[in-house]
């Protein structure tokens, strides 16, 4: 592998509810003490055992480590902010320095302080201004240790899940939601969602208002670290097609709904943009897929066709996560192969591409469908909190020297 570029990031991704555990003040806890998502409670405990998680991280070639801050842990009441809690990440953020291990820090993954998501989240009106607030208030904290901010993971994701399928808080369902097909994000609690017309346009307007929350958060960054590199996380899922003229146009619509729509409200407030890639969508497909243990198709070389599509706002790009669950370790290692090698095709087709973090470095709590989804290079023991790592992890570290070589 020669075309990856010096200095190039290689690493894999966290995010904070997922991971730290013992994580109460937001709206998934609550909804776990309701019974409408599984319970979190101690997962990983990486919140106390960080420093361990991130030796392994080193040990396993990592130049580069994606996590998210808790909204909820910084800010546990409107406008008040917990100094203490600021100063944990002061030390991951340090620990990781100490490892020689850049750190990606993501704003704001899925998890809404409860004052927040019981005041409306993103449906109020003011949600910019609260979360601009926020993201000053970690900038102005945090700034001297961290130079690459992401504002929010996967704005469309939380948006189709929490107000089309209604797997999610808020647990608001369009009532057509049930004509077309949909990811495996937690069927089984969609019955218990607030069904009808009216969260369609709900969606409509939280997604307004996540675009004009990412633009303010980014103003308010860029107002108190002017040099550091601010963006968005995109999950992009690669619509595409057969030969076929209506199929070709199928998956233009498809693209622009999911992924252009939100960028083109975005793009000119993000210094880079980071890309989720897990799944693909092929109108007019015959062919028969190998399966994750999410059900969806193995299909890394998608992440070339995602990163060409967001290569169209000619802004660098990082690859913020991308993986599969595979709890027996059976395709990882060929996954994450076929991937790196896509991801050297799309530099070598002109993408400015800066970094790539696979999802995730331990398994982790997959949202409304619990513990039970292994996306990790690490395994975890939720009983012994043993870590052990997994066979293609050691693949990983490889293709990573490999391209460091040059």
């Known amino acids: 592998m020669k075309n990856f570029p010096e200095g190039f990031y290689w690493g894999a991704a966290t995010a904070s509810y997922q991971v730290e555990g013992f994580n109460e003040n937001n709206d998934w806890a609550k909804a776990a003490k309701e019974g409408r998502v599984p319970p979190a409670g101690r997962l990983a405990d990486h919140y106390h055992r960080y420093e361990e998680d991130f030796d392994i991280a080193k040990d396993l070639g990592h130049n580069a480590h994606r996590f998210s801050i808790e909204w909820g842990r910084i800010e546990p009441q409107e406008g008040v902010f917990d100094q203490e809690e600021i100063e944990h990440y002061r030390k991951v953020l340090k620990a990781l320095h100490k490892r020689k291990i850049t750190p990606f820090v993501t704003l704001w993954h899925f998890t809404l302080p409860l004052w927040f998501s ?32 992401s504002t929010m993971n996967e704005p469309n994701v939380f948006g189709s899940n929490g107000y089309l399928r209604g797997s999610w808080p808020p647990f608001k369902r369009f009532a057509a939601t049930d004509l077309v097909s949909i990811t495996n994000s937690g069927r ?33 960054i860029k107002k108190i670290l002017p040099k550091a590199d601010v963006g968005v996380v995109k999950h992009v899922i690669y619509f595409h097609a057969n030969w076929n003229p209506f199929n070709k146009l199928k998956a233009a619509i498809a693209n622009y709904s999911w992924t252009h729509i939100f960028m083109k409200r975005t793009y000119k407030k993000c210094d880079s943009i980071g890309l989720n890639y897990y799944f693909h969508k092929k109108f007019g497909d015959n062919a028969v897929y190998e399966k994750t243990d999410m059900d969806w198709d193995i299909y890394p070389e998608g992440i070339y ?16 996560e991308a ?67 997994r066979p293609s992890a050691w693949v990983y570290k490889e293709l990573i020297e490999e391209a460091q070589k040059g």
């Open 323 to 389: 993986g599969l669950a595979d709890a027996q370790d059976i395709y990882r290692a060929d996954y994450i192969t076929r991937q790196v090698a896509a991801v050297e095709k799309a530099i070598d087709s002109g993408v400015d591409l800066r970094g790539h973090m696979y999802w995730s470095l331990f398994d982790n709590y997959e949202w409304a469908l619990g513990i039970d989804k292994k996306f990790g290079l690490v395994e975890i023991d939720y009983k012994t909190l043993e870590r052990k790592i």
């Open 118 to 149: 019981e005041s409306g989240g993103f449906e109020r009106k003011d949600a910019p201004e609260v979360f601009a607030r926020y993201c000053a208030f970690v900038a102005k904290e945090l700034g001297d240790q961290c130079d690459h901010f």
């Open 188 to 220: 089984m609690f969609e019955s218990r969602a607030d069904k009808g017309i009216r969260p369609f346009f709900l969606y409509l307007r939280v997604m307004k208002n996540l675009a004009r929350t990412h633009n303010a958060g980014y103003d308010a």
């Open 305 to 320: 066709g995602s990163l060409i599509m967001l290569w169209k706002y000619k802004k660098p790009i990082f690859v913020s």
